[in-house]
C-alpha cells in the first residue's frame, strides 16, 4: 500500500513563506513525475507545480517566480517552496506522485489527504 502524507500548511501573512513537504511510503517500485495541486474553496483542482523524476518542472502561470518545486529521490520526498505568498494562494494543496509498485506494474496516480495553507492578515 502506498501512502502520501504532506506537512507544512498553516497561516501565514500576505509576502510570508511557507514550505510543504511530501513523503511517500509504503510498497514503492519507481516513482516518476511529484508535484502539487491546490483546490480554493468553491473551485476544482488546479495544477501548482509538478517535477520529473529527472527534475524537469513544470509551474502554473500564476505561481511562476513565486514558487519552487524540488525533490528528493532516495527520500522519495517532494517539496514546494513558496514566496511572496498571495491572499488567493490559500488553499488546500495536495500532494500527488505517479507510481509503480512493481516491476511488472504500470504506474498509476496517488494522492495525499491536503494541507491547507491560508493566506492572511
Known amino acids: 500500500q502506498v501512502q502520501l502524507v504532506e506537512s507544512g500548511g498553516g497561516l501565514v501573512q500576505p509576502g510570508g513563506s511557507l514550505r510543504l513537504s511530501c513523503a511517500a511510503s509504503?510498497?514503492?517500485?519507481?516513482?516518476?513525475?511529484m508535484g502539487w495541486y491546490h483546490q480554493a474553496p468553491g473551485k476544482g483542482r488546479e495544477l501548482v507545480a509538478t517535477?520529473?523524476?529527472?527534475?524537469?518542472?513544470v509551474y502554473a502561470d500564476s505561481v511562476k517566480g513565486r514558487f519552487t518545486i524540488s525533490r528528493d529521490n532516495p527520500k522519495k520526498t517532494v517539496y514546494l517552496q513558496m514566496n511572496s505568498l498571495k491572499p488567493e494562494d490559500t488553499a488546500v494543496y495536495y500532494c500527488?506522485?505517479?507510481?509503480?509498485?512493481?516491476?511488472?506494474?504500470?504506474?498509476?496516480?496517488?494522492w495525499g489527504k491536503g494541507t491547507l495553507v491560508t493566506v492572511s492578515s
Open positions: 509504503g510498497t514503492i517500485f519507481s516513482i516518476d513525475t
Open positions: 500527488n506522485a505517479e507510481i509503480s509498485t512493481s516491476y511488472f506494474r504500470s504506474f498509476r496516480d496517488y
Open positions: 517535477i520529473t523524476s529527472g527534475g524537469t518542472t
